[in-house]
């Protein structure tokens, strides 16, 4: 212990409530840091040269994890290095605590989609009642909120998953909207038409959504006439005619290979044009056949490497700056060698997201949540796919096998105003 310096990266074979740092592994910075390190009663701890600062004493060797030998811990002294890790665990605590109740506001949200669409053409004026009210309320708590956090959402939700990818969208392109500064009245037709954009699918097979293989030619016209039917329905549900019109093009591209009318850059209409880039990430992330699916930061790097020119370039360039390289639900390696999930990215500090990190010392249900605005020592690495994870680290995090995002603003949705 008497050859701690500063600039050293060190690694404690103590659990991680035992000592009052915010990880077991670290880089020291400071001799205060060294001081309370003296106080935990160990005899010795291990050290990394390759991301230490400092050359380690000629006389200290690394020691393999086997035999880094330990006095039992001492007492965590009352010290303000405590206070704080007391103030962390709180915050901690409190962010897992708004992670729950951002998730079952999703989850209202969820069913209360399911209803409209259940009743769409039963009580179609009471539906679309419903269903601009709720867009309107999802649209004033965004686009009013002075920062946007965007939660991804676990696998809890049960049968709601089918109304996922709507509400997915929704909330994407309202994102695009909130950057965009639409105003109010132009951001809730853009949601209402988000929210129905599929609607046309009514009139397709399941036999036909539901295949898993690659379409035949006659197939495959059959399922992009969903956008022309979509646009019929809501025609006859009285929507406006823009909700109608992002509805029949939200499969156009803007190098014109889409459909229904293969039309081309600033000939599609700037809402449809929102909605292909959140619809084309969903179904990247959360294709029927999920053995398919893309990881966030795949779908986004895709779409921005290798399918750019379909998109409208501003417009690609606000999403992407909107979740940031690594979206919620990318699971990353840390620059302290620790794997972690990006669970929320705030819109205005995407390279900063919250983490959450797997420690074996801390139960799962009490993860660590990191900062990375706090935690300026610390940094994402790479993206990492499921496989490159060991499974116990894979379980741990749990990535979710669907990725679906809500957002949590200044001003959150009640949790019933959704079934209102």
């Not at 259940?118 to 679309?128: D, I, M, Q």
Request: net charge negative.
């Amino acid at each position: 212990m008497d050859q701690l310096r500063v600039g050293l990266y060190v690694e404690l074979d103590l659990k991680w409530f035992e000592h009052p740092f915010a990880f077991s592994r670290f880089k020291i910075k400071s001799e205060e840091q060294i001081g309370v390190l003296r106080s935990l009663g160990l005899r010795q701890v291990r050290y990394k040269p390759e991301l230490s600062d400092v050359a380690p004493p000629e006389s200290a060797v690394p020691l393999p994890e086997a035999t880094a030998t330990q006095a039992a811990p001492a007492a965590i002294p009352d010290s303000p290095a405590l206070q704080a890790k007391r103030a962390m665990m709180a915050q901690m605590q409190q962010r897992r605590d708004d992670a729950e109740r951002v998730e079952r506001a999703f989850t209202s949200t969820a069913r209360a989609i399911r209803e409209i669409e259940k009743n769409l053409f039963s009580r179609p004026e009471e539906s679309v009642g419903q269903a601009t009210a709720l867009v309107t309320q999802i649209t004033d708590s965004i686009l009013s909120a002075p920062e946007l956090a965007i939660h991804v959402m676990g696998d809890t939700a049960g049968n709601e998953e089918l109304y996922f990818h709507s509400l997915n969208v929704t909330m994407l392109s309202m994102m695009i909207a909130r950057e965009m500064g639409l105003p109010p009245e132009v951001a809730t037709v853009l949601g209402l038409g988000a929210l129905l954009h599929d609607i046309g699918r009514k009139n397709i097979p399941d036999k036909i959504l539901t295949k898993p293989d690659a379409y035949t030619t006659a197939e495959q016209n059959l399922y992009e006439m969903h956008a022309q039917y979509g646009a019929e329905m809501a025609q006859r549900l009285q929507c406006l005619p823009a909700v109608s019109a992002l509805i029949h093009d939200h499969h156009e591209l803007f190098d014109g290979s889409g459909y229904p009318r293969k039309l081309k850059g600033e000939g599609i209409g700037v809402l449809a044009r929102i909605v292909t880039i959140a619809n084309y990430y969903d179904e990247l992330c959360n294709p029927f056949n999920l053995a398919h699916a893309l990881t966030p930061h795949e779908a986004l790097s895709m779409m921005f490497a290798k399918h750019r020119a379909k998109f409208d370039p501003r417009l690609l360039q606000m999403f992407i700056r909107c979740l940031g390289v690594y979206p919620p639900g990318t699971v990353v390696q840390l620059s302290n060698g620790m794997t972690g999930m990006v669970a929320t990215v705030n819109t205005e500090r995407p390279m900063k997201p919250m983490l959450v990190v797997y420690d074996k010392d801390v139960p799962r249900l009490e993860a660590l949540m990191v900062d990375l605005e706090r935690e300026t020592d610390l940094n994402i690495v790479k993206a990492l796919r499921p496989s490159q994870v060991p499974m116990e680290v894979y379980v741990y995090l749990s990535p979710r096998k669907r990725i679906s995002y809500y957002f949590d603003a200044s001003k959150p949705l009640p949790e019933t105003a959704a079934l209102a």
